[in-house]
């Protein structure tokens, strides 16, 4: 285990649904990232918090809204989705940005957008 | 454009040989370059990372050359195991004003006993 974990690991829903991934790390870092890794597609950044504070939105559109209440949280709230957003999501730590050279994975949510 | 390539989707070997993946990037200038392992189901896994002064980097099994003027990295796992196969990412630190690591779309190892 890397000390990032991700709930739910599964996720299936409707186009008109709202619904929230989570992340929580144990590692004691500064800043968290989310991604999502498609089919075939490289990872791609969508947002990144550095103690707790939004640094880089990836003009990812506004169906998704992230929420970093605290250093070792993130949140990914999620509506009005596309089947295009089906997708493996993935979180991820570092120390801080200035450590974002080494970051720690989560195992994803992979999400199905019917 | 700037790109990121992975030459192979798949890459299939004997147990016992030595894997060769290829990393090569264009209009970049990176500091620093990583490897991943990511195996079904899960997030990637850090293996790896060469910054742009350094030409090779061991670790047990695994070697990782940087090459600035080619624009490519190799990543060799050497006596290859089935349990080495995974897809493996590479990964460029491409704003050092930022955050941006761009990734490789991964290299499907499939090792064979």
């Known amino acids: 285990e890397t000390g990032v974990t991700q709930t739910p690991r599964h996720l299936v829903m409707g186009m008109t649904n709202k619904k929230s991934l989570k992340c929580e790390q144990h590692?004691?870092?500064?800043?968290m990232y989310w991604y999502k890794q498609s089919a075939k597609k490289p990872l791609e950044l969508m947002f990144v918090?550095?103690?707790?504070?939004?640094?880089e939105n990836n003009s990812v559109p506004s169906r998704f809204s992230p929420e970093c209440p605290n250093s070792s949280h993130l949140f990914l709230h999620l509506h009005t989705l596309q089947p295009e957003d089906s997708a493996l999501y993935l979180c991820a730590s570092s120390q801080d940005l200035a450590s974002r050279e080494t970051q720690y994975f989560g195992p994803g949510t992979r999400l199905l957008v019917l | 454009s700037q790109k990121i390539e992975q030459n192979s989707e798949a890459l299939n070997i004997q147990e016992g040989k030595t894997a060769t993946l290829t990393c090569n990037y264009t209009?970049?200038?990176?500091?620093?370059l990583q490897w991943y392992r990511q195996d079904p189901g899960r997030g990637p896994v850090f293996l790896l990372l060469i910054r742009e002064n350094e030409k090779e980097k061991r670790k047990e099994r695994l070697k990782v050359t940087f090459d600035t003027t080619l624009k490519q990295s190799l990543f060799h796992i050497t006596a290859s195991q089935p349990a080495d196969s995974a897809t493996y990412l590479c990964a460029l630190e491409v704003n050092q004003a930022g955050t941006a690591l761009i990734f490789g779309k991964g290299t499907t190892l499939s090792v064979s006993s």
């Open positions: 209009n970049y200038s990176p500091a620093y």
């Open positions: 918090y550095n103690f707790k504070e939004q640094t």
């Open positions: 590692l004691g870092h500064n800043a």
